[in-house]
């Protein structure tokens, strides 16, 4: 057995003896797994921007540099490397919008959070009462039925204190009259965004960031790419009524739900009232899925 133990080495040496393999070790094995998942969520983060046109545009300029090296053309080589720094800097410019997207999306993320127990507070009595669920179900769908338009931004855990100082202050409690008022034509108010916090309304004609999300259809208009925009910047509950149709939808979390019934409204806002809030020590990019969802009609 043993003679034939040190045949099988022998004739292992001779043949693949110049064969050099690494040691492995389990770092090793776990810093391939973030390395992975990082450069898979960056590639997923630059389809979904205008970074996508930029990268094939750099893949056209490399092959022109790859060339000009392989033919020692010294002027294109000399403009290249004199360029490359400015470059870089006009890149982080020209993308801060979608760099600080993503940043905010680093800072909320909740990847570690079924893997390790961290310190949480529950937010007791939820963020607002069911008498402000029923207010903004009823101010929705009798403003649908009226078509007349509305975008209602209800504050989840980021403060949305920025878009509140771009309307004008109200700070009153949530009732369905007061959002019809509101949102009925030729008012002062009508225009923009109501926020939401708690119940209480604090802000309308509020101004809010818009969706670059090229998934979105293109039949949408300014009020839905805003309401998208507005979750995709933070964890707000967007309700959107269309002025057009006056079909009702719900963007949250970067995702749009058109054309909802009351009962989807209603467990949407149930689930964004009883969110327990809870302070992470440690943080993880998770990665967000972009799609514009309908629902069944």
Known sequence: ????????????DRYFGWVSMPMILWTDVVEIIII?????????????????????????????????ALFDMTTILWI????????????????QPELRKALEQLGRSNVLSGLVQFDSTRVTGGLFSDKTIDELIRASYE????????????????PLTEYELTGILIDALVTSQLLINIFEHNTPLHDGAVV????????????????DNMELSKELGTRHRAGVGISEATDSLTIIVSEETGRVSVA????????????FLRRKLEVLQSKTVEEKKFIFWKGRSRNETKADE
């Not at 998942?37 to 094939?56: D, G, M």
């Not at 708690?198 to 960031?209: D, F, H, K, Q, S």
């Open 143 to 158: 403003m649908g039925k009226a078509k007349t338009g509305a975008l209602i931004v209800v504050q989840n855990k980021d």
């Open 1 to 12: 057995m043993r003679q034939i133990v040190e045949s099988i080495r022998a004739i292992g």
């Open 80 to 95: 290249a490397k004199n360029v490359t720094g400015i470059a870089v800097t006009a890149l982080l410019i020209v993308f």
């Open 196 to 211: 939401i916090k708690g119940n209480r309304i604090v802000a309308a004609t509020c101004y809010l960031p818009l969706s």
């Open 36 to 68: 992975s998942f990082l450069l898979y969520h960056v590639l997923v983060w630059i389809k979904n921007t205008r970074a996508w046109s930029l990268l094939r545009g750099i893949v056209i300029i490399l092959a022109f540099v790859f060339l000009a």
């Open 252 to 263: 949250i979390g970067g995702e749009l739900h058109r054309n909802i019934d009351a009962d």
